[in-house]
């Protein structure tokens, strides 16, 4: 129960950090960057609830940030920790963000389905099916790392 509860607090402390992460303050972005690392670190491979589809609202909304640093950091970190309910998010930044945009929209889908396989829950067939469609027409992308990154997540959907 206590671990419920501390989970509960680092998804709700998000949207201060993905705010701290665009200030103008080094020191304060550095800051949020390592407490970033912290709610991965604690989230990461943790079985998260349905509800837990809402609470990561502030990452979605991160992957839509004009500066690019702030959109793969929410990319990178909604794979890590593999809630289902940011597939949709990250196919769309798949299909219309930059190449590195791409790239770890890619890694955080492979991120997400690997971790479906290892917790033993299921991801809805059509939307798998959609991931999987998306990737294959990143397998030839003309930014070269992103069909590798989009070989393997699509690895990760068919283990």
């Known amino acids: 129960m206590e671990e ?4 509960e607090e680092l998804i709700k402390s998000l949207g201060s950090v993905i705010r701290d992460l665009k200030s103008e303050d080094e ?9 970033l690392d912290l709610i ?3 989230l990461e491979w943790k079985p998260l609830t349905d509800t837990s589809a809402t609470a990561i609202e502030p990452l979605v909304n991160a992957l839509k940030d004009n500066e690019e640093r702030i959109r793969i950091r929410a990319a990178s970190t909604l794979g890590k920790i ?14 219309d963000g ?3 945009d791409r790239q770890f929209a890619a890694d955080a889908l492979g991120d997400i389905f690997m971790q479906a396989g290892v917790k033993r829950y299921s991801i809805d067939s059509e939307l798998a099916e959609k991931a999987a469609r998306s990737l294959c027409e990143h397998l030839n992308d003309h930014d070269t790392p992103v069909q590798g990154y989009a070989a393997n997540a699509l690895d990760s ?3």
Not at 27 to 35: F, Q
Not at 85 to 90: S, W, Y
Request: overall charge positive; glycine content about 12%.
């Open 157 to 159: 959907i068919q283990a």
């Open 27 to 35: 020191v304060i972005r550095r800051s949020a960057g390592e407490k």
């Open 98 to 100: 930059t190449g590195l």
């Open 4 to 7: 419920k509860k501390n989970i």
């Open 40 to 42: 991965e670190d604690e």
């Open 82 to 95: 593999g809630v289902p309910a940011a597939i949709e998010p990250l196919l769309g930044l798949l299909k």
